[in-house]
């Protein structure tokens, strides 16, 4: 070990003689507004991070209390960010009291979001934007296009289920969780900070297969998806079915899978050969986009004989 008083060590040295030693060393975040100095190339798109605070989990009767949205600059074959455009956060008063449990998660109180209201001018923050992104779009996206239905027609991905995290080596998705393992920690859980420290991390290297993670959330957002129902499957292949992910639907009563476009003529064969058993069947197929993913509505859906 260095015998230097600490007071003599500079900090870049006191960093590395930690890491030497086994230390986990995270630096304390400070948001960018540029993401690269190489000269960008002359096709650029913008995007959102988008991040809400709540007062409660439950989009049929919980109300937004703060947007956060960082919008940015990017190149969509890359995903390398460059400029951040702009930064909105605002409070809202959602017309009924924030509960202690909901101000112990995000600090909001009911006397902050008094009289509040989100600006009208997130209309024109958003007219351009080719994309949104949360790290949790399934909860974000409901919020957010009750309260603005323009966010109803874009397109949108979210870094927590469209990155598969367990086969990068992590051993967690939260937001917190993935700064820490990228080296940084953040005040979380305000939505402009969080966006930061999402965009953040969309600019770091995967661990395990490389390359930004931004550029593999874009290429799994493009990507279309099939919702196949196995129309009238025997009783006795519901082991089978749910071994390979298929999901019981009560109301329907009817066993469904969401799987990759292109791996739908596996899945046929799959299912002719174990459930069907040879015999003629039918499936509905429903094609879900990035403009539908993370909400209930329907997509394109058509009943094919096999």
């Not at 939505?191 to 600019?203: N, R, Y």
């Amino acid at each position: 070990m260095n015998n230097q008083s600490p007071e003599n060590i500079k900090l870049d040295e006191a960093i590395a003689l930690l890491k030497t030693n086994g230390y986990r060393v995270t630096r304390p975040f400070e948001p960018r507004t540029t993401y690269s100095d190489s000269p960008p190339p002359e096709k650029l798109l913008k995007a959102a991070v988008l991040d809400t605070e709540t007062t409660g989990l439950d989009q049929s009767t919980d109300k937004i209390i703060e947007l956060g949205i960082v919008v940015f600059e990017y190149c969509p074959e890359t995903g390398q960010a460059y400029r951040v455009l702009e930064t909105f956060n605002e409070l809202e008063d959602p017309g009924m009291p924030i509960s202690p449990e909901s101000t112990k998660v995000h600090n909001i109180t009911d006397e902050m979001v008094a009289g509040k209201r989100i600006d009208a001018a997130v209309q024109a923050l958003m007219s351009d934007v080719s994309i949104v992104i949360a790290h949790n779009a399934g909860f974000d996206r409901g919020f957010v296009e009750a309260r603005l239905p323009m966010f109803a027609r874009k397109a949108w991905a979210c870094s927590l289920a469209q990155v598969d995290w367990k086969n990068e080596g992590m051993g967690g998705a939260s937001l917190e969780f993935l700064a820490y393992r990228y080296g940084f920690h953040f005040g979380g859980h305000r939505a402009s900070v969080d966006c930061h420290a999402l965009l953040e991390v969309l600019q770091c290297d995967l661990p395990e297969s490389g390359g930004r993670v931004m550029k593999t959330l874009l290429a799994n957002a493009r990507g279309n998806e099939i919702k196949v129902w196995a129309l009238n499957s025997p009783f006795d292949s519901k082991d089978k079915l749910k071994a390979r992910s298929y999901r019981w639907e009560p109301e329907r009563k009817t066993w469904s899978v969401l799987l990759p476009q292109a791996n739908l003529p596996q899945e046929v064969d799959w299912l002719r050969e174990h459930v069907y058993q040879g015999r003629p069947f039918k499936l509905e197929l429903e094609k879900i986009d990035a403009f539908l993913r993370f909400t209930s509505r329907r997509g394109t859906t058509e009943t094919v004989s096999y």
